[in-house]
Structures are given as C-alpha cells and as structure tokens.
C-alpha cells in the first residue's frame, strides 16, 4: 500500500504529513493510540488531503485511526 499524505494538527506537532518518516517524526511527541483518536476537521470528508487534529474544529466522529483503517496504512504507524 502506498502511503497517503495528510495534514495533522496538534499542539507538540502540526503540518502536512508527506511520507512515512514524517510520521515517524508525529509518533515521538505522539503515542499511536492517541494519533488514532484524533478527529477530523469538521465538514472536510471531500478534500483530498485530509485534515485531523486534537482542537475544537477536529469535530468530526470519523477519526484518524478510521481513516488509517479504511487505507490499509497500519504499517505507517507501528
């Protein structure tokens, strides 16, 4: 699978999330099960870089651990 770019926001870390080392770089401030909570931004399914993060405006049910699941990107994460 390949990996699939998305932009994350949180308050130790935000920004585009390009490859699988930015990744790596996400889960030093970040534990996994955490990431995986983050929500996505409000009224943002549509766009092709989705959006998630820990702010008020991540409001969305649909999560990152969601979205990590529906792409087969688990091995990005672990």
Known sequence: MKFKRFFFEGNLRWGYMNTPEDVVVLLED????????AQRLRDSENIETPSFGFYAEYSD????????????LEKFFT
């Open 30 to 37: 970040y534990p996994y099960e955490q990431l995986r909570q």
């Open 61 to 72: 049910k649909y999560t990152l651990g969601d979205w990590i699941d529906e792409n087969g």
